[in-house]
């Protein structure tokens, strides 16, 4: 199975470029950042911003 995986990434490697893809235990220096420009800044919620809604 491992090698049919390690053949699978060689292969994607091969056409997309070195280290499209790679396996997690390599290790990635980069930072993840969220991308969210539409994310609000409150952190937490406020009980106003809560709807209420009635039903019957």
Do not use: F, H, W
């Amino acid at each position: 199975m491992e090698a049919k995986l390690s053949k699978a990434l060689d292969n994607i490697n091969i056409r997309y470029g070195r280290n499209t893809v790679q396996l997690d235990a390599q290790g990635n220096d980069k930072q993840l950042q969220l991308n969210a420009p539409n994310l609000c800044t409150c952190y937490t919620t406020r009980i106003e911003d809560v709807m209420k809604i009635s039903i019957g």
